[in-house]
């Protein structure tokens, strides 16, 4: 069989990975584990044939390449080798079978059809430059035994992210198929995961092995095989594969848990409240009994809580909350430790959803120590003025919902609030060119009518626009994608949603000299993905053209709860940054604080003060990052104010960015 080139190329990738996590050891070692007779314990002691439903078997994913024209790329290649090698690891073995000589063998049959399959990507027509894009998969996987009963029924998916080359002369789009093996390898790993965890496919492999061998697909003519009345030799066509799950109905549980302590900084201290809160859905055909999510972990977290918490009975397609919530006593010591939430039913389920595991930091006493904390929300009168006639601020801060079910966010409004405060009075910006949403007065309709009317309004070529949000955002389990959550936005309906790529391509439709975007986000994934399974958050979404034009400043790169800074009465990241607008970040104290400094300064301090205060992480994002030239990164914000003494230097980028050298524009929004 010949092997396509890019797949030698991902051959050697691969190899050359395991050189140097083996340090030396060469890819033999895993050739000689395949080699091996002995199964590992691990692997479930069954066969059946593979089916590939003809969705797989042919697919490619359409997008427009470079001019605008309909094109596609393969994704069948990858799948149909990926999906047998994938599967092999958990199982016995697996026979493919293709055509007309499909069958039914003795220990069932796997069906792998394709859904979902598409390619986010914007290109402006025949633009040389470099553009990033995702690449999704969507696979759906029934596994029947002999008798046509269901075993197992997933839908699962895997996402490609990167970015593709573009030149001046050709059409072609480079560097997809690289993009459609990472997402092949996301999808058929989580495949042969969940076919490993399912109890009902591990109970069928021990009764396989008390009951004689037979080939129901190869019986005498007429002899009923699974999926119907079929003559010899046949086998249940694609379609008959939904029949006989719907004669054989069986629960499908997934949940989502959340814990969160009190003041929402995952630092647990004496007499704290900690809450549960869990969310439980059946997707399959059968109702589920008795179900209930099992506490466990560390002994002196899960002794304040009770062993079970009862859900209760679930019929097809029914969602259930609970939630419990317990105060932290009678610490003794400092310590870090989980707890760890499994679920588990009384009647048989398709699969069982991976248990679930929250670390947390845990000490004895408040400290009873008062440290001084600088008043940011008394406003230095060395800041400023900067003239900014031109510049308008959008200020965002959503601490309470509507949805009882979507936890508040302290301070958040007030962030806004000092936040706009702040720009407006550093940059001299008249008040018809500042809007600020708060809680109720920021509801889904209330962000797109700024960002799609009022916004165009007051821009031209020569405009700064700063845009700040404090809040909750979700991140999707597929694609990485960010939306934020707005007043009357919900956890459990995507649709109330503000997305931030439809903020994004409102900036880029726009005339704008340049953009300061702002979060400070709790990010949490969209319900019913695993955590530990979830892509990083993705928040530059398309026209990578105008990227130099725009910068990012994100409290925390990660899905974690952004801490609350109780001492400053605002978010940690948010009261750093009013710091550095302070002066504190002119890092190369010249007398201007940019916005490479800026975000640079609040990186550090948050990193610092979580690790210290919190006993966590909270690593902030900055995008451009130093090193890459961005005029935007060079920005004015305000005047510096850093009292260390230094020698004069000239204006550059901090150390961390030696590269960019551009003197700055004392006056901003000028249009140089």
């Not at 105008?546 to 940690?572: D, F, I, S």
Request: with cysteine.
């Amino acid at each position: 069989m010949r092997i396509p080139g890019f797949l030698l190329i991902r051959q050697a990738i691969v190899c050359a990975i395991v050189i140097l996590a083996l340090l030396g050891s060469g890819c033999s070692r895993s050739k000689r584990q395949e080699s091996g007779s002995a199964v590992p314990p691990s692997v479930i002691t069954l066969t059946p044939a593979l089916w590939f439903s003809p969705s797989l078997t042919t697919a490619t994913v359409p997008y427009l390449d470079a001019c605008g024209k309909a094109a596609s790329v393969p994704v069948s290649g990858p799948l149909l080798e990926a999906v047998p090698k994938k599967l092999g690891r958990v199982l016995t073995g697996v026979t493919p079978q293709f055509g007309d000589e499909q069958t039914i063998v003795s220990d069932g049959v796997v069906e792998v059809g394709l859904g979902l399959k598409q390619i986010d990507l914007t290109i402006p027509r025949q633009v040389k430059g470099t553009y990033p894009v995702t690449i999704t998969l969507g696979m759906e996987v029934v596994f029947l035994a002999a008798d046509g009963a269901l075993l197992f029924s997933e839908k699962l998916e895997g996402a490609g992210r990167g970015e593709v080359d573009v030149t001046e002369q050709s059409c072609e789009v480079r560097g997809l198929e690289l993009l459609v093996l990472e997402a092949v390898e996301q999808v058929t790993e989580a495949m042969a995961r969940r076919v490993s965890e399912s109890v009902r496919v591990r109970e069928y492999a021990e009764l396989r092995k008390t009951l004689a061998p037979t080939v129901l697909g190869a019986t005498p003519a007429g002899r009923p095989v699974a999926g119907g009345t079929q003559g010899a030799g046949t086998a249940p066509a694609v379609g008959q594969i939904s029949a006989t799950v719907a004669a054989q109905p069986t629960a499908a549980l997934s949940f989502h848990a959340i814990i969160r302590d009190e003041n929402h900084d995952q630092l647990l201290q004496q007499d704290e409240a900690l809450t549960i809160e869990i969310e439980v859905t059946n997707e399959g055909r059968a109702e589920a009994k008795g179900v209930e999510v099992v506490v466990g972990g560390m002994d002196e977290l899960a002794a304040h809580f009770p062993p079970v918490v009862p859900v209760g009975d679930l019929r097809p397609g029914e969602i259930k909350r609970t939630s419990v919530t317990k105060q932290v006593t009678a610490l003794k010591e400092s310590i870090h430790g989980e707890l760890v939430l499994s679920l588990r039913s009384a009647t048989p389920v398709a699969s069982v959803p991976p248990a679930k595991k929250f670390a947390f930091t845990v000490k004895p006493g408040k400290s009873d120590t008062v440290v001084a904390v600088p008043d940011v929300d008394l406003l230095p009168k060395s800041m400023g003025p900067f003239k900014q006639s031109k510049a308008v601020v959008i200020a965002i801060g959503v601490g309470r919902f509507r949805s009882g079910h979507v936890s508040s966010v302290k301070y958040a409004g007030h962030d806004a609030e000092v936040m706009a405060e702040y720009l407006r009075e550093i940059g001299n910006i008249p008040d018809d060119r500042i809007r600020v949403l708060r809680d109720t007065h920021a509801l889904k309709l209330d962000l797109t009518e700024t960002f799609e009317e009022w916004l165009p309004q007051r821009t031209d070529a020569s405009t700064v626009v700063y845009v700040f949000f404090s809040g909750r955002a979700l991140v999707d389990g597929g694609t990485g994608a960010v939306s934020l959550v707005p007043h009357d936005g919900t956890t459990a309906t995507p649709n109330r949603l503000y997305p931030v790529h439809q903020l994004q391509q409102s900036l880029y439709r726009l005339p704008i000299q340049r953009a300061i975007l702002i979060f400070d986000v709790s990010l949490e994934p969209m319900p019913g993905t695993d955590p530990a399974a979830a892509p990083p958050p993705h928040w530059e979404t398309s026209a990578s053209e105008r990227k130099g034009h725009v910068m990012w400043m994100v409290g925390n790169r990660a899905l974690q709860e952004a801490h609350a800074y109780e001492e400053g009465r605002h978010g940690l990241f948010t009261y750093h940054l009013l710091r550095g607008l302070q002066g504190l970040a002119d890092l190369d104290r010249d007398g201007t604080v940019v916005a490479g400094e800026l975000c640079l300064y609040a990186r550090g301090e948050v990193v610092r003060a979580a690790r210290e205060q919190f006993g966590n992480e909270q690593e902030p994002l900055c995008v451009p990052p130093p090193g890459q030239e961005a005029m935007v990164r060079i920005h004015p914000l305000a005047r510096g104010n850093n009292p260390k003494p230094v020698s004069t230097v000239k204006k550059t980028e901090p150390t961390e960015d030696p590269t960019a050298q551009t003197p700055k524009p004392m006056e901003i929004g000028a249009g140089r």
